[in-house]
């Protein structure tokens, strides 16, 4: 497509239950980030691909989050356990290349709601 | 260790006047530096960027920005609001350290009165 693509938008789960989150980068985007934005946040970094390696997992918060990437392609970042601190927008982003300053491009978010 | 500050967490003027929304960096290597703009319910776009070229930056709808080394700002301004510009900005910080960094300032909320 020609915009970044996240799926679904909306997501409402039970605290306990797991959840995967679906990102479509821009084809031929070569670095993909996924944030996170909680209610009247900025924006809080959690992982980053350069094609399919992590080279920075620095900001994913627990072991119960991770993330995979097939190639330069589709990105899914699943929660497991859900807490309701983990109620946000997961903000998905690509970019041309990882190694320098590019232009980052945004989906239009997954908000996620544990009750 | 390196920082981004957004000064104000919300900022309203009235429909006409300028807008000023104020950002400070932290940083031991030389930055590029972005301002992006979020609408209600809307994904992030960007506003402009500086890449050490020329320090005033000009971007989309009006909006400028102008890199101030011996201050360590990148303040967003605009010389006139329009209720359209009423959105959610991101000063944004990326440092190439040998390895690639962005860091988002915690947002300025611009409020525009009729």
């Known amino acids: 497509g020609a915009g970044v693509s996240q799926s679904p938008s909306n997501k409402v789960t039970e605290k306990g239950k797991d959840v995967e989150l679906r990102c479509d980068p821009i084809?031929?985007?070569?670095?993909l980030y996924w944030y996170r934005q909680r209610l009247g946040q900025g924006l809080e970094f959690l992982i980053y691909f350069q094609g399919n390696s992590a080279p920075d997992k620095s900001g994913l918060p627990s072991d119960r989050f991770s993330a995979e990437r097939t190639g330069e392609s589709v990105s899914t970042l699943t929660i497991q356990r859900t807490q309701q601190e983990d109620s946000a927008v997961y903000l998905c982003a690509s970019s041309l290349r990882g190694l320098g300053p590019g232009e980052l491009f945004f989906g239009e978010g997954s908000r996620l709601t544990v009750l | 260790a390196q920082s981004v500050t957004q000064l104000d967490s919300h900022v309203s003027v009235s429909e006409g006047t300028p807008v000023l929304l104020r950002c400070n960096y932290s940083?031991?290597?030389?930055?590029?530096l972005f301002w992006y703009v979020q609408h209600p319910n809307k994904g992030l776009q960007l506003l402009l960027k500086?890449?050490?070229?020329?320090?005033l930056v000009k971007g989309i709808n009006g909006f400028e920005a102008e890199f101030k080394k011996s201050e360590t700002s990148f303040h967003l301004t605009k010389p006139s609001a329009h209720m359209s510009d009423a959105a959610e900005y991101f000063c944004v910080v990326s440092f190439n350290t040998g390895g690639f960094k962005t860091i988002f300032g915690a947002g300025t909320r611009l409020f525009v009165k009729a």
């Open positions: 940083s031991s290597y030389s930055p590029s």
């Open positions: 084809s031929g985007h070569t670095a």
């Open positions: 500086y890449t050490s070229a020329a320090t």
